[in-house]
């Protein structure tokens, strides 16, 4: 096992200097201060890896601990590698045989000298066998006891405490699940619609919802094949799935001295396939004494099974503002950056603090609502694809946001890093808040406008889509958001006339812009005072298969750009090497992002969307229709792999009559599982691949004939 130390300003002197830049940044939003006298660690060893680690290193930076990161061999250049004082690998890509192998973890803190473990979320964070490791070692763990990992970590177990601690329960079987057949018995008894979930872990793995008989064994199936793989425990439990719930949890924080309290409440109800896409905080759907409620149950919850750190409780909340217990994340949450932002406190710290021994300073009075935060998780994934299947690939252009006012990324990556198959796909978590809610959705937009992501397909489109859609912005949301308002599948932002007039018009000015600068090169011996610039310029603007005839004139302040009979006028302002382009169309700011330029092709992006356009000389334009269209591919009867990914089984051989809809092959690709079925009935005329092997998207995995 090799060792790997940094002295991150000596090594990077740049990226340190901005590095510290933001750390001093994300303290303006914290209240609660450090105070140099309390004792404290020495050394933290983060056990994780990414944006939480990071994020994790940030506050101990605040506090003056020095760090230790661990990494994979996939992860030996990873900013969290390099922001540490100490690093050292614990082996190859997969967690497997990294991130999850206790022995190496406790040999690298035996080597190292650290005295205390945060395990972020994920991995080991919730395992009490490596709590328990620890404490034999005489290492502290940033976390809960393991006695209360286990009460909670099992959600058959915890449901039985959280009803004798008077906490609301939903209605379910409370034991273990044995097989898809005693899975099917017991939806029957509780009755259609039911949950299928794994009984450890969470994160949305492991998780089915099932309408019937059929989908009850299916989800038996592959929650627990899951939950073995992420977790390593496939039992399940089935309890009633709430028909158009809201997802709310409640943020706890307690100490070993007794003290325990809430820091309100997170509004976690956009998802897809059970893993949260948007968070806010607080909740516009809950009152004062609902959320006093809440935060009481919760509180109930951490001191019937003597918790200490911080913690989140989940809950169901129907129509009628009745809420039921879901389970509780022993663990620092993927969303708490929304709860710091709207309290002013850093929950790090205070996790930190207790796991010291010291006492929490703040008191239940003391919690405030500061204005509002939202919180977009930002993945490379294809948002076309079922909301969101994974995107691998390098980050060739990368800009965050955080030059605005009012923002926080979160993130684990910069410009070069590689999204990788091996683990979840996030690439940050993008945070806005403001006075109010409509502030803090504002500054969302214009954030996400302004994120520069190249190089792998992610979803800001979608992102985009649900901070500007009318029903999110009036509240009126649940958990089947996505399913209800996209049931055909996410489409990308749909231009109105104005903005697809808008569109154009950009696109014709940073063509103009192109062609008048290379020109000014050809045939040229030197370059002229000033480039030659036609009058006007009449051309022909193709947006999403529509022609648009116009004309272009470059004037000393603005182009003026006529389409359809409307006249805009579009500033100058901008360059077109620029990632961000803020460009003022009649009186209003837009922003834009040029993809690409290839000849007369732009690849334009606004409101998150990239638009292919074509930009054509009006002579070109007669010709068009009379280029033959290229003949679309029949891919009936392929089965084809929507991302990249391993195939955990192929259920089908050559020769094999299958029915349309029949599964035939299982990709597992960042933890989540995913069965591709048949488009039609007929013979397996071949199979390309084995169990076992790893494919790339789109690859071909096997035919019909």
Known sequence: MASYRFNLVKRVPQFSSSLYKIARRWCSIYTTRVDPTEPTFDKILIANRGEIACRVMQTCKRMGIKTVAIFSEADRHALHVQMADEAMCVGPPPSSQSYLVMDRIMDVIRKTGAQAVHPGYGFLSENKEFAKQLADEGVVFIGPPSGAIQAMGDKIESKLLAKDAKVNIIPGFDGVVKDADEAVKISNEIGYPVMIKASAGGGGKGMRIAWNDKEARDGFRLSSQEAASSFGDDRLLIEKFIDNPRHIEVQVLADSHGNALYLNERECSIQRRNQKVVEEAPSIFLDPDTRRAMGEQAVALARAVEYTSAGTVE???????????????????????????????????????????????IKQSDIPIRGWAVECRVYAEDPYKSFGLPSIGWLNRYQEPTHLPKVRCDSGIQEGSEISMYYDPMISKLVTYGDNREEALQNMCRALDNYVIRGVTHN?????????????VSGDINTKFLYEEYPDGFQGWQLSDTEQREVAAMAACIHLRDQVRAGAFKNENRMPLQPVKPGAWDITVIVQGQEMPATVTENHDNFTVVIEGQTLTVSKDWSIAAAVIDATINGQQNTFQCISRKGDNIRLQFKGTVFKVEVLP??????IHLMPEKPKVEASGEVRSPMAGSLVSISVQPGQDVAIGQEVCVIEAMKMQNSLTADKSGKVKAVHFETGSNVSEDDLILELE
């Open 460 to 472: 800001i489109p979608l992102l985009q889509e649900i901070i500007a859609h009318p029903r999110f």
């Open 618 to 623: 009006k002579k070109a334009t007669d010709y």
């Open 315 to 361: 809950f169901l909340v129907d129509s009628q503002k009745n809420f039921y217990f879901l389970e509780m994340n022993t663990r620092l949450q993927v969303e708490h950056p929304i709860t710091e932002c709207i309290t002013g406190i850093d929950i790090v710290q205070q996790m930190i603090r207790v796991a010291k021994g010291h006492e929490l300073t």
